[in-house]
Nanobody, 127 residues
Framework: QVQLVESGGGLVQAGGSLRLSCAAS????????MGWFRQAPGREREFVAA????????YYVDSVKGRFTISRDNAKNTVYLHMNSLKPEDTANYYC????????????????????WGQGTQVTVSS
């Protein structure tokens, strides 16, 4: 089992920045692909970004490319989502997710590809 705990959400003005963190425990973190998803009220959960188990591969949804950066520190069992130039449409509950690396396809953009989920952290961007 893997436990994931997100932090770093909050209220920010449009154009501002936030850094989300996701701390993992209970498994060898360095063997897990990690992803970030978000879900706004009344909308389906949406893929945001993914990073491979070694940190060598990353992938982003088009709407955040150039603004968001996913990174990981395997020594700290933590994955990050650095969010710059935030827009009101980025407002959502953000979830981190983990996928046990067993040779799965890349990039893992579908929620069903992930085995573990955090509880979410709310990001609100005011205009």
């Amino acid at each position: 089992q893997v436990q994931l705990v997100e932090s770093g959400g909050g209220l920010v003005q449009a154009g501002g920045s936030l850094r989300l963190s996701c701390a993992a425990s209970g498994h060898t973190f360095s063997s897990i692909d990690m992803g970030w998803f978000r879900q706004a009220p009344g909308r389906e959960r949406e893929f945001v970004a993914a990073i491979g188990w070694s940190g060598g591969s990353t992938y982003y949804v088009d709407s955040v490319k150039g603004r968001f950066t996913i990174s990981r520190d395997n020594a700290k069992n933590t994955v990050y989502l650095h969010m710059n130039s935030l827009k009101p449409e980025d407002t959502a509950n953000y979830y981190c997710a983990g996928r046990t690396y067993v040779g799965g396809s890349w990039p893992p953009t579908a929620a069903h590809e992930y085995d573990y989920w955090g509880q979410g952290t709310q990001v609100t961007v005011s205009s």
